[in-house]
């Protein structure tokens, strides 16, 4: 750890702020171990783009998920997780997030639907997800997509060294709000990389100069769930999984995971 790091760190520590743990801040060896888990994840999510639409099952892009990760001599890191029975969450129109693949769910025409990857390579972990449009949408749907995919990219650029992990949430609401919709606010992003959910929790609302500092070194994901016009959510009684909006709305979510660097940040998962 270099010493102005150390010095930075305490400095904010004593203006009363939020600083993570020193095991928070990954060595050169541990980001390279998530750089090469983050290649294939990558991997993945374009695999699942190069064959993904309508008539194909959620199932099959489980199978496809399961197929090149374990190919790549890399573990899904859903599969069991907290008791997780499938390898990828796919969610569809008004699941927000943790869709469950099954083989009787088929893909159509117009639906949005959010695919989520998680991968786990020589013990480091990464995680992203992307938005599918299956054939052609509505405008409104297409809109939220694309939205959702800027309040992904405004929050990124809120990663600066020793800025506050709340302007990232801030800068995030701010765009959803501006565009007429609400951020899901019971899910988050989340510090990855040797486990696959450490600190800091990341939320997509927030106030500026709040919450953890930024340093160089941190691994976290930013992952905002936005729906098209209430933030409330339900989990389903039935698996206890699926997170559907309760407006029954259509929900977007696309997913990062980013290193804070000392120019800004860099995404493992590109
Ligand atoms: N990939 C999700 C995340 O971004 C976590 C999924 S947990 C699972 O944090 F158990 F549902 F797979
Ligand atoms: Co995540």
């Not at 099959?60 to 499938?86: M, N, S």
């Not at 405008?139 to 990219?153: A, G, Y």
């Not at 933030?231 to 997170?243: F, K, N």
Request: proline share 3%.
């Amino acid at each position: 750890m270099k010493p102005e790091i150390l010095e930075k760190i305490e400095y904010y520590k004593q203006l009363g702020h939020v600083v993570p743990k020193l095991s928070s801040i990954k060595t050169e060896e541990q980001i390279e171990g998530i750089r090469k888990s983050g290649v294939i994840n990558t991997g993945v999510l374009d695999y699942v783009a190069s064959k993904i639409k309508a008539g194909v099952s959620t199932q099959d892009i489980d199978d496809w998920v399961t197929e090149y990760t374990e190919g790549h001599g890399a573990i899904c890191a859903d599969f069991h997780y907290e008791g997780y029975p499938k390898h990828v969450c796919v969610s569809i129109d008004d699941v927000v997030c943790h869709g469950i693949p099954s083989s009787k769910e088929i893909l159509r025409e117009g639906m949005i639907v959010n695919v989520d990857v998680s991968t786990i390579l020589d013990g480091y972990f990464s995680d992203a997800s992307r938005m599918f449009i299956i054939g052609e949408t509505t405008k409104e749907k297409q809109r939220l997509v694309e939205v959702t995919k800027q309040c992904l990219d405004i929050g990124a650029e809120q990663i600066k060294p020793y800025g506050f992990i709340g302007d990232i949430g801030y800068a995030i609401e701010q765009h959803a709000n501006r565009n007429g919709y609400k951020v899901v606010r019971e899910f988050g992003g989340h510090g990855v990389g040797l486990q696959f959910h450490e600190e800091p929790w990341v939320g997509h609302f927030g106030k500026k100069n709040t919450g953890m500092l930024i340093v160089p070194g941190m691994v976290f994901t930013i992952e905002p769930m936005i729906n098209m016009r209430k933030s409330g959510i339900r989990v389903s009684a039935l698996d206890g999984w699926t997170v559907y909006t309760k407006d029954k709305l259509p929900s977007a979510q696309w997913e990062h995971t980013f290193l804070a660097t000392e120019e800004g940040f860099e995404i493992l998962t590109y």
